[in-house]
Nanobody
């Protein structure tokens, strides 16, 4: 069973910072994580991509967060991070971790998994 466990959400004032983390847990089996990413969904809006990083550390960002957010990963720990600086009220949303995982790692194709989401609230 594959689980993505997110942490680091919370309430922060505009201009502040938060760091989200997402760790992958697979019980009893070896695995490999390919691309990983963060998405967010604000009330009444569709889920949107925030940032994505490949296993080779190629990144892409939504235009709205470029220069403020940084995605990174620790391949040894199979963890992805999202450092969020200069937060704005418009960043308020539930943030979801997304990962393409191969269990076992020699499979030719990965499957997509989602975390349960963590709330980020930015007050003005």
């Amino acid at each position: 069973q594959v689980q993505l466990v997110e942490s680091g959400g919370g309430l922060v004032q505009a201009g502040g910072s938060l760091r989200l983390a997402c760790a992958c847990a697979v019980s009893g089996r070896i695995f490999s994580m390919d691309a990983m990413g963060w998405y967010r969904q604000a009330p009444g809006k569709q889920r949107e991509l925030v940032a994505r990083i490949t296993r080779g550390n190629t990144t892409n960002y939504a235009d709205s967060v470029k220069g403020r957010f940084t995605i990174s990963r620790d391949n040894a720990k199979e963890v992805v991070y999202l450092q969020m600086n200069s937060l704005e009220p418009e960043d308020t949303a539930v943030y979801y971790c997304n990962a393409e995982i191969r269990v076992p790692p020699w499979l030719p194709k990965s499957s997509e998994y989602w975390g349960q989401g963590t709330q980020v609230t930015v007050s003005s």
